[in-house]
């Protein structure tokens, strides 16, 4: 199982960015496919997850109301809206996927990773 970020830059604040998660490998339903985000000096912290069976979306309180993740079962593809950025969104933004239904928030519970993608916000 391999997954490919892309999508970050450099944005005003204010501003969107769509992040893409690619899935290749192995595939199936029961699995929940998340955002994290690490900023310098700071653990990763959970973003955003959606669970493949259903489309359940869970997000950090942080990005409520101003991220939207959705899913592409067919381009096994995940993405990852994000609209009214603010100076403090800016960190690197890795997907992680793991086996089983349930969207948990703890990165440790995820078994595969992408390589991560830069999300800068100025002020």
């Known amino acids: 199982v391999q997954l490919q970020a892309s999508g970050g830059g450099l944005v005003q604040a204010g501003g969107s960015l769509r992040l893409s998660c690619v899935h290749s490998g192995r595939t199936s339903n029961d699995a929940a496919t998340a955002w994290f985000r690490q900023a310098p000096g700071k653990e990763r912290e959970f973003v955003a997850g959606v669970r493949w069976s259903g489309g359940n979306q869970y997000y950090a309180d942080t990005v409520k109301g101003r991220f939207t993740i959705s899913k592409v079962s067919a381009k096994n593809t995940v993405y990852l809206q994000m609209n009214s950025l603010k100076p403090e969104d800016t960190a690197v933004y890795y997907c992680?996927?793991?086996?089983?239904?349930?969207?948990?928030?703890?990165?440790?519970?995820?078994?595969?990773w992408g390589q991560g993608t830069l999300v800068t916000v100025s002020s």
């Open positions: 992680a996927l793991r086996w089983g239904s349930t969207v948990h928030r703890t990165p440790q519970l995820y078994s595969y």
